[in-house]
């Protein structure tokens, strides 16, 4: 019985010595109705700490490889063996595209003119150029050479067909005269490679001038003078029809003297004699030329 009575005691100081605990740390299983129980609070489960990474073990790390570009797949792949195709290296002084082009200068030129030719002065002390002769025609070519881009500097080569003053003389069955020229000349060109181009030149060289005539028996007589072009002036303009060829009238003046005269005869039986004298005093004389010039460039 004593047992009995003292169990409602030591359940009521057991709820007492709780008590304060219960009050500060409510459990979740109490009723919303009592208002002393709340719900606990729901605490986060600690993160694990985070590895920290040393700057010496990122450097220490090698930078991943980009991957190689995917070839196409209509591309055929190189034979095994193929040889491989050096590497492109640009040309000395290429440029890019959008730079100005620069042609090479070309290194000379051949020209080629066609004239007819008056002559004046004297053939001798004696005779006058036209009491002896009409006119010429006259086909010549010349070579020149650019040494700057205007000048050019090169040799020309002349030959003419003459037409005597009034008809062959008395006796003679056939005559038949001619020009020769050979010489050094330079020219000077405005405006090189231009539409128009206007050009000067100066030469000088060796002359001839020959008489033929051949006589009713067969025979015949050839006398020939000779002497030097001292003055050979020319000018004229180039118009250009295309990136090597242009073509232009031009007019020259061949100054200068014979000093020189040979003759030959020759009979109908074969029998030749010569004979060639220096003229006691040269007397100067001009050839005048107006024709047209054409002129190719050659690289």
């Given amino acids: 019985m004593a047992s009995l009575r003292r169990a409602p005691l030591l359940a009521l100081s057991a709820l007492l010595v709780s008590a304060p605990a219960l009050a500060q740390e409510p459990s979740g299983s109490g009723s919303p109705q009592d208002g002393a129980w709340f719900p606990a609070e729901k605490k986060e489960a600690p993160r694990p700490p985070v590895d920290e990474v040393k700057p010496d073990e990122a450097d220490a790390k090698p930078a991943p490889k980009p991957a190689p570009p995917a070839r196409p797949a209509s591309a055929p792949l190189p034979p095994p063996n193929a040889a491989v195709p050096p590497p492109y290296v640009p040309e000395k002084g290429a440029q890019g595209p ?111 001038l020959g008489f033929s005539d051949k006589l009713y028996d067969g025979s015949r007589k050839n006398v020939t003078y000779v002497g030097f072009d001292l003055l050979n002036l020319q000018a004229g303009l180039d118009f250009r029809l295309g990136r090597v060829f242009s073509l232009g009238p031009y ?37 005048t030329t107006l024709g047209v010039r054409g002129r190719f460039n050659f690289f």
């Fill in 98 to 208: 959008g730079a100005k082009v620069r042609r090479r200068r070309p290194v000379g030129n051949v020209g080629i003119y066609l004239g007819g030719s008056g002559a004046s002065g004297h053939l001798n002390a004696n005779r006058s150029m036209r009491s002896e002769v009409d006119g010429a025609a006259i086909f010549g070519a010349e070579l020149q050479f650019n040494l700057v881009p205007k000048f050019t500097l090169g040799g020309y080569l002349e030959l003419g067909g003459v037409t005597r003053n009034g008809h062959c003389p008395s006796g003679v069955d056939e005559c038949g005269d001619g020009i020769f020229r050979l010489g050094l000349s330079g020219h000077y060109h405005a405006r090189p490679g231009k539409g128009v181009d206007p050009w000067f030149g100066v030469g000088a060289g060796i002359t001839a």
């Fill in 251 to 287: 007019i020259a003046f061949n100054n200068g003297v014979y000093t020189g005269v040979a003759t030959e005869a020759r009979g109908d039986a074969g029998g030749r004699t010569r004979d060639s004298d220096r003229l006691a005093s040269p007397t100067w004389h001009t050839w």
